[in-house]
């Protein structure tokens, strides 16, 4: 039987030292066809082990409804990195963070206005029991003690900046070690006193969460750990966006620097990320610290690899580094990924958000607007409808409360946009006839918060819907997902408004990657084959989105925009250079 362990000061593997020195890669945000390439990479670059976490709204969408096929794929994953030489460590917490939808929970879990959530509730507890149920025994072969390559196990992610319910961790680890699991188990938190008393569980691996300063979190992680092996198991190597702020970026040179500190004081080291990939679809998260910050579609994080796989400055400074304590082989590095731009692709079929509403969903009716778990909806937009009766002066609308960003309608005329973040803006007002009006409301979830103590994070309309002091009853409920468009019909038809536009562009031989460039246009969602590339706007950093080579087939391709707020030019350029605003490193 094989077994990773600590000994003193030191992790052993079969009995002998070993020093981790590992890379996140998440397999959900990288296509399954590049899963080789990245991990190649990340071998190359004098590492030993990948680590991952493992969201649980991806692998369980709706309850009781489990997915593990195609980028969902986590064995897959595990088996090709045991394969190509590596460790595994997994991270399964049902909380993740990760700048991910929801810290990785799932959004089913709101329908029940009662649950409390990372902590000893009964209510959470079940749901969290039928979901390891499912997943950890997947991944029972594939531990190293029984001669697979998953080397040590996550029990909740972070958990001392969120909570102190050592009684909860220790609920989590006992129902790990029941289902199975007897690997090395540990935590993970930032050096802090109030981050290290809740977070720790007695018995179990600490390790530390930092980016700069080791020395200092070392000393710390020493005062409540004084033996065992020291591991940073998020090495922050870069940093994430928001949309509206500036692309960050960190020196290759200092970040060196900085793990030169980690490796000269003998520890082992995750570096978060090695490559971020992609939030594809509607699984971005968001921070809300003063305010409510959405992350943008990019995870390229600034890190060794880039968001398209291509290894940066970062990572040959960080190959160095590393060689000063290791032997490293020769560098060798899969063939460079193509990259090309296909052109300019003319979008001149259209089809109307409003004319397709029954093409795309079912109308359930309510008292109030409610928000959309209450519907079972998770994710992409829902869209509220009434009547409003007349005559009426100088209305002004109050949503109460909006989560996240709001489109209104009076009689299929744009009203204005109502912004979660922006609660002083001028307020929408209007004039009501006679004969009444008809209200809509389209609401955009921008991503469920995912760090924090305010995570529970309701989307669509949470109370309800007034004008002045009177609140409004008896709306229409259309849960739009977006997550298939094959009904929708399209035309010629021009127009402004919401509506999804398409058109297509030929690929002759192989596909390659490519980027979706999207001048005039202002905000909205982009469709490849009817995969979802994620959302885009204009206001940045962000101006082109990533298209992975494998999303594309030989011969004629589709795309389609779905676009808030209408162009003059439906038109859009796929181009073989990323835009990640600024210096696109």
């Not at 590992?22 to 680590?51: M, Q």
């Not at 749901?127 to 390559?149: F, I, S």
Request: net charge negative; hydrophobic share 40%.
């Amino acid at each position: 039987m094989t077994v990773f362990a600590t000994e003193g000061n030191q992790f052993t593997y079969n009995g002998q030292s070993i020093r981790v020195l590992s890379g996140a890669i998440h397999y959900f945000r990288v296509v399954p066809e590049y899963w080789e390439d990245r991990l190649l990479k990340l071998k190359a670059c004098g590492l030993n082990t990948v680590e991952t976490y493992v969201p649980w709204n991806l692998h369980e969408p709706q309850e009781g409804r489990y997915v593990f096929e195609g980028i969902a794929d986590l064995v897959g994953f595990i088996e090709l990195a045991g394969r190509l030489g590596l460790h595994v460590i997994v991270r399964p917490s049902p909380y993740i963070c990760a700048e991910w939808e929801f810290g990785g929970l799932p959004a089913w879990l709101l329908a029940d206005p009662g649950i409390r959530l990372r902590c000893f509730d009964e209510r959470y507890l079940e749901k969290v029991d039928r979901y390891y149920d499912a997943l950890l025994p997947k991944l029972v072969p594939y531990l190293c003690t029984n001669g697979g390559p998953i080397i040590a196990m996550q029990i909740e992610n972070e958990y001392g900046s969120y909570g102190n319910d050592i009684k909860y961790l220790e609920y989590l680890r006992d129902g790990m070690v029941r289902r199975g699991i007897d690997v090395l188990l540990f935590t993970s938190d930032g050096p802090e006193d109030f981050m290290l008393q809740g977070g720790m569980v007695p018995g179990v691996l600490e390790t530390v969460n930092f980016g700069s300063r080791a020395d200092e979190a070392f000393a710390q992680l020493r005062r409540y750990q004084p033996d065992g092996p020291l591991m940073v198991m998020e090495f922050w190597n870069g940093w994430f966006d928001h949309w509206g702020e500036e692309h960050h970026t960190r020196d290759a040179a200092e970040m060196a620097e900085a793990l030169d500190d980690i490796l000269r004081a003998g520890a082992s080291v995750n570096f978060y990320m090695f490559h971020g990939g992609t939030n594809f679809g509607f699984w971005n998260g968001a921070n809300h610290h003063l305010t409510y910050e959405p992350t943008v579609t990019s995870y390229d994080y600034d890190t060794l690899l880039s968001e398209w796989g291509e290894p940066m400055d970062k990572f040959y400074a960080a190959r160095e580094a590393i060689g000063r304590y290791v032997e490293l082989p020769e560098l060798s590095l899969p063939e460079p990924l193509a990259r090309t731009s296909y052109g300019t692709v003319r979008l001149t079929e259209r089809a109307d958000l409003f004319t397709a509403l029954d093409k795309l969903s079912a109308p359930v009716r309510r008292a109030c607007p409610e928000p959309m778990e209450a519907v079972g909806q998770g994710s992409g937009f829902i869209l509220y409808s009434t009547r409003v009766s007349g005559p009426r002066r100088d209305n002004e609308l109050v949503l109460q409360h909006v989560r996240d960003r709001v489109l209104v309608f009076v009689d299929g005329r744009y009203a204005g946009v109502v912004e979660r973040w922006a609660p002083e803006a001028d307020p929408i007002r209007f004039d009501i006839p006679a004969e009444g009006v008809r209200l809509d409301i389209l609401v955009e979830n921008m991503g469920r918060v995912n760090y924090g103590p305010l995570l529970k994070d309701h989307k669509g309309i949470t109370e309800g819907v007034r004008l002045g002091n009177q609140f409004l009853y008896d709306w229409e409920i259309r849960p739009l997902p977006l997550d298939d468009l094959s009904a929708l019909v399209f035309n010629g038809e021009q127009g402004q408004g919401p509506a999804f536009y398409r058109g297509t562009f030929a690929v002759e031989g192989q596909p390659a990657d490519t980027f979706v460039a999207l001048d005039g246009w202002t905000k909205g969602v982009v469709y490849v084959n009817g995969f979802n590339l994620g959302r885009y706007w204009s206001k940045g950093p962000q101006r082109r989105l990533y298209v992975p080579g494998p999303l594309l087939r030989e011969g004629d391709n589709d795309i389609v925009v779905f676009e808030l707020h209408g162009t003059n030019a439906a038109e859009v350029a796929l181009l073989d250079s990323p835009d990640l605003g600024g210096s696109n490193r």
